[in-house]
């Protein structure tokens, strides 16, 4: 098996070298404009067509058969070793319901614009009052005929802005317990009543979008799996996410060799180099312990998902431990710079990935679920404490 790995992941890097579309920064999805836009769908649509993306789906809709899960998380570390633009989780996750709960009608619609990257998705979860606890969503979706209408607002929506399609979940019977009366939805983003609003960020960028649904009509062809059955169909699509998680160690040992650089690269005003001090060099020392941990962790995580031996606490405990640690990467980065007089040239752009990196990390403690929430599930999940 080590062989193939090896030999599948020397293939993949050689297509991702002669045809990706790079990343403009780390965190950066969107595009700048609709060129952009059109460019990275024709090279999300080759990783489609070279079978390395989707390729764990039934043959019948583009897979291959006995494709080994390893294979991709390979794909993922060699997308962030090669800087490529990666392919957006929600989509993966609009691929992965459609498969476990879609019709057959939905399946024949939707899978192929998918594969063709003719459709993009977004995610229509999160809301002002409920992010990490999503069970606690508003935006209603009441019956009217064979139908729903739809009113509510929905926040956090990567690249919502250029999105064709999207995943959202709406109450529809609020009389029951909060986790019972969700429905799952596939709708069109040109729906009537759908006002989609970037939102700029600190880093300049406009990841996010806020979505406002005003009196929505989506009839029966929309509901993705039943009526009600809304929070299965979002958690096991997460669920699936999980396995990607052991490509988060690749970008944090990356992170800290640009730490090592940059300390090598900025001098203080008697013209020593920053990485030359001791108390720097225990921080540092710290950092790759702390990485190191992560990666240990991510091991283990991954090994038990290959096996179907996942434990609840798994996923919760793994993004947590990657999140919180590449804040402190770039908090220790932001140190050294702000204590230094200058950079050398060759740290320069080292340095300007640093204070990107900086103001987009805050956003991984809260995507996917915020730190507090994770603390929360690994507390009750893995240690057995009561709700708080």
């Not at 969503?137 to 919502?160: C, E, H, M």
């Not at 396995?243 to 060799?257: K, S, T, Y």
């Not at 040239?345 to 994770?374: C, K, M, Q, Y």
Request: charged share 25%.
């Amino acid at each position: 098996m080590t062989s193939d790995i090896d030999h599948y992941r020397t293939e993949v890097r050689a297509f991702i070298s002669n045809n990706a579309h790079p990343m403009a920064a780390e965190g950066v999805r969107a595009p700048k404009d609709a060129a952009e836009e059109a460019t990275i769908r024709v090279w999300l649509r080759s990783l489609y067509t070279a079978g390395y993306l989707g390729a764990g789906w039934p043959e019948e809709w583009g897979g291959q058969p006995d494709h080994p899960a390893v294979f991709d998380l390979v794909l993922m570390e060699e997308l962030i070793l090669g800087d490529a633009y990666r392919p957006l989780d929600q989509v993966m996750l609009a691929a992965h319901t459609l498969i476990a709960f879609g019709t057959d009608t939905q399946k024949a619609e939707f899978l192929p614009k998918i594969r063709n990257a003719d459709h993009i998705w977004c995610q229509l979860f999160s809301e002002p009052d409920a992010g990490s606890d999503l069970a606690s969503l508003r935006t209603r979706a009441d019956p009217d005929g064979d139908g729903f209408i739809v009113n509510g607002q929905k926040t956090w929506s990567t690249d919502a802005q250029w999105a064709d399609m999207a995943t959202l979940l709406a109450r529809t019977d609020p009389a029951v317990d909060r986790h019972a009366g969700i429905t799952a939805f596939a709708i069109p983003m040109d729906l009537p009543g759908i006002d989609v609003r970037p939102i700029r960020e600190m880093t300049g960028h406009e990841e996010f979008c806020e979505v406002f649904l005003d009196e929505v009509r989506v009839g029966p062809e929309h509901i993705l799996g039943e009526v009600n059955s809304g929070w299965k169909v979002v958690t096991s699509g997460l669920a699936s996410e999980r396995a990607f998680v052991g490509a988060n160690a690749i970008q944090l040992e990356r992170l800290f060799d640009d730490l090592v650089a940059l300390a090598r690269s900025a001098r203080l005003l008697d013209e020593t180099t920053v990485a030359s001090h001791e108390d720097v060099q225990l921080k540092l020392a710290i950092a790759r312990a702390r990485v190191e941990e992560v990666k240990l962790i991510v091991h283990d995580t991954v090994q038990r998902i290959l096996i179907d031996e996942e434990h609840a606490s798994d996923g919760p405990v793994a993004k947590l431990a990657y999140s919180e640690t590449n804040v402190y990467l770039c908090e220790l980065a932001l140190e050294i710079i702000s204590s230094s007089v200058s950079i050398d040239a060759t740290g320069t752009a080292v340095a300007d990935r640093w204070r990107h990196n900086f103001l987009w990390s805050r956003a991984l403690t809260i995507s996917g679920g915020s730190s507090e929430i994770l603390r929360g599930l690994i507390g009750r999940q893995l240690l057995g404490l009561p709700r708080a």
